[in-house]
Structure formats: structure tokens, C-alpha cells
């Protein structure tokens, strides 16, 4: 069976890689469910002092995927409450959640981590909500979660452009914590 997330411990560190690479990790409700489980087993475990979610070094997550969401009606998504369950269940978690990010973080992969503790991105990192290209808004706490980490100005430009910015860019403006070398996210 293929898994959607994989989990690791080194010491006492809880690492939860997103794994779908073929789909640059877009999500869906098979791979947010694994990633709620894996941050309760972890937040669970006495040995665990804190988690750190990751991607592949193309993408920690390039949105959502609009192919599973295309068979679904506005009422089916909100009813099911469609991957969004798993961004409450993010910040509902005792110990720091920590997002390392290289590659795109775009849409739904911003959202993700904008519901971390700490936000870290390598060089190669592009961040963004790029739904308004689409025509529509971000749906799963980007247009309440970015305002308040970057101020209204800043996110208004974010959520209103759609453009994606490069990690110092990002750091400048403290959507991100701190900008590292991409092998230091390894």
C-alpha cells in the first residue's frame, strides 16, 4: 500500500515527509488524514519533543489536488469538510509543529504551513496563494491565517495577486521564520 506520508524519528524529533511525489505532493483527503494521524501518534508520544513536516526538494506541496476536488459540488466539500479538517487538527497539537520547505509551498501547501509553529525554507523554496489565478479565494485559512502573521497590507497584496514569492522574499515580510541552505534541510 502506498502511503502519503511517511513518518520517521531521529532522537527525539517526529519527521512527517509528505509522498506524493508524482502529484508534487498536492493534497487530498488520503494524504491530510495521514498527516492528522501521524501528528497525534507523535503528540501522543512522550518521546517526541517536537515534528517537523516535509516535502521533496521540488515541492513541499503544491496545493490542492483539483483533479480529486474536480468530482466534488461545493456542498460535498463543505459537508465533508474537505482536507480542511486536518488544518484544525495542526494547530490543535501540544508540541511545536515545525513546516521545512523547499520547493513550492503554493495554495494549499501555504496553508499547511501557515497552521505550523515555525515556518523554515530553503533557497529554493517559492511560496504563495495562487488561487485567485484560478478565479476563487484560499479556502483553508489562508485568507485569516496570513493576515495575521503578516499584517493586512502584506497579505492583501499575497491573496490578491496570486503571485508566489522566493523564501527571502517571504522572510522579509515574516511569512517564514528563517531561510537556510537546501542541504541543511536534509
Not at 483527503?29 to 521540488?58: P, V
Amino acid at each position: 500500500m502506498n502511503r502519503d506520508v511517511l513518518t520517521e524519528v531521529r532522537g527525539q524529533i517526529g519527521f512527517i515527509t509528505l509522498n506524493r511525489p508524482k502529484q508534487l505532493n498536492a493534497l487530498n483527503d488520503q494524504l491530510m488524514n495521514e498527516l492528522g494521524e501521524a501528528l497525534k501518534a507523535f503528540d501522543a508520544d512522550e518521546k517526541i519533543g517536537c515534528m517537523i513536516i516535509t516535502g521533496s526538494e521540488k515541492a513541499f506541496a503544491a496545493g490542492a489536488d483539483i483533479g480529486a476536488m474536480a468530482k466534488y459540488s461545493f456542498a460535498d466539500v463543505y459537508k465533508g469538510d474537505y482536507i480542511g479538517r486536518n488544518w484544525e487538527q495542526i494547530r490543535s497539537i501540544r508540541k511545536p509543529v515545525i513546516a521545512a520547505v523547499s520547493g513550492f509551498a503554493l495554495g494549499g501547501g501555504c496553508e499547511t504551513i501557515l497552521s505550523t509553529d515555525f515556518r523554515l525554507a530553503d533557497t529554493t523554496a517559492r511560496i504563495g496563494l495562487p488561487e485567485t489565478k484560478l478565479g476563487i479565494m484560499p479556502g483553508f485559512g489562508g485568507t485569516v491565517r496570513l493576515p495575521r502573521l503578516i499584517g493586512a497590507d502584506d497579505a492583501l497584496e499575497w491573496i490578491t495577486t496570486g503571485k508566489d514569492y522566493r523564501a527571502d522574499d517571504a522572510l522579509k515580510v515574516g511569512a517564514i521564520d528563517a531561510v537556510v541552505a537546501p542541504a541543511a534541510l536534509q
